[in-house]
């Protein structure tokens, strides 16, 4: 029986992949920053734990918690939306020490179980925002190209290691919490500064005006696909719209 661990399993993605590897007979440890009894089923092949990918010690602890890991899915992302120009850097800061430097970290924790061990897989959850040009979307699109990079460099050094390193490629979600994190809960008025907001306007008009969406289900089934391809292959679009981008590019 094989372990995963998967990062961000409160809600969305990372939650429906969690009980998806469970499904399928697999031990999952289902880390979340402040774990919450109830979100996923109760099993012994089911443990959460607390984790928060910005902190070394909390990875340190969480891995020491977990033993023994198979895959690692880096899933845990903040979001963001907005124009750049009205984007603090402290913002822009913290989008990426939780979606590019925290997926850094967290490999770089396990990796030297992986390669001691002679194999091992890493997926790198990213975004669709990678396969196209997304307006009011630069720095979450930033810090998920960083990780494409990151991943596309990191499975050249791991191959010799029997060590596999994927990225998945979600497309737009309508039922996971993304657009209200991103957002603040705030409207399109507050959000947007004036000069922006005729263009901000058709930017998302042309957004919902699309015809299919990804679904939670779908991402879980295309990192399941990735933790198990063996032919080389790096990157995995999950969604339909998705896969009309990467097909597009």
Known sequence: MKTVLITGTSSGYGQETAR???AQGWD?????????????????RLRVVGLDV???ESIAAALDAAGPVDVLVNNAGIPSIGVFEDT????????FETNTFGVMAMTQAVLPRFRE?????VVNVTSSVVLGHMPLSAVYKASKMAVEGFSASLALELAPFGVRVKTVQPGACL????GERATDGRSLDDMVPPPYAAFAKTALDGFM??????RERDVAETVWQAVHDTTGRLRFPA???????????
């Open 209 to 214: 005006g699309q015809d299919v969406f990804t």
């Open 88 to 95: 603090r850097m402290a913002r822009v800061r913290e989008v």
């Open 28 to 44: 999952v440890i289902a880390t979340m920053r402040t774990p919450r009894p109830g979100v996923l089923p109760e099993s012994d």
């Open 175 to 178: 039922t996971t919490n993304f």
């Open 239 to 249: 969604g339909p719209d998705a896969v009309r981008l990467a097909e597009a590019k």
């Open 117 to 121: 061990r002679g194999s091992g897989v």
């Open 20 to 22: 998806f590897f469970h």
């Open 54 to 56: 910005t902190e070394p």
